[in-house]
């Protein structure tokens, strides 16, 4: 059984809420509402799933240094993300693109990618970093993209000579 939800949550919950509200009037149509979790950490305020399984993510962390801020610019920025891919199903459409700005302009709110709220008190995740060369010097790739060359198969290329990077001592 979960727990009950804190006042705070409750109240992105509702504001998620409102948002998708607010879209589904926007649209003449009804959104199936995503699950909402608070499970997200370290320096990043929200963060949507998308998918077969929707899910919007709070930081409660960061939304406790300025709740009002948090739910004024959070909650609208996620469901935005929500909504855009709820409309554009198959497309490949930019995170921040258009479709998302135009939808941020239609909620009144200003189409930011980034939060302001001060970090210095919050947590930070620091990730060991990986040599990786090219034809012309070396690189430090963090452990999530390391991560992703080797579970993955994802190259990155060198912006300068444009060969693909490859790892300085072998794996």
Not at 85 to 98: D, L, M
């Amino acid at each position: 059984m979960s727990e009950p939800l804190s006042r705070q949550q409750q109240q992105l919950l509702e504001t998620t809420r409102y948002w998708v509200a607010k879209a589904e009037s926007l649209y003449g149509r009804i959104f199936q509402m995503p699950e909402v979790r608070f499970d997200l950490r370290g320096q990043t305020a929200g963060q949507y799933r998308g998918g077969s399984h929707p899910c919007i993510r709070y930081n409660l962390e960061l939304a406790a240094i300025q709740f009002k801020a948090y739910c004024d610019r959070t909650p609208p920025h996620e469901v935005a993300h929500f909504i855009i891919e709820q409309i554009h199903p198959n497309r490949s459409v930019k995170p921040h693109g258009t479709q998302w700005q135009n939808l941020m302009q239609a909620f009144g709110l200003e189409p930011s990618r980034c939060h302001q709220y001060d970090l210095k008190n919050v947590r930070q995740r620091r990730q060991k970093r990986h040599a990786y060369l090219c034809a012309c010097r070396e690189h430090q790739l963090s452990t999530t993209r390391h991560n992703r060359i080797w579970h993955r198969g994802m190259k990155y290329r060198c912006v300068k000579c444009g060969e693909v990077l490859r790892e300085a001592s072998g794996h």
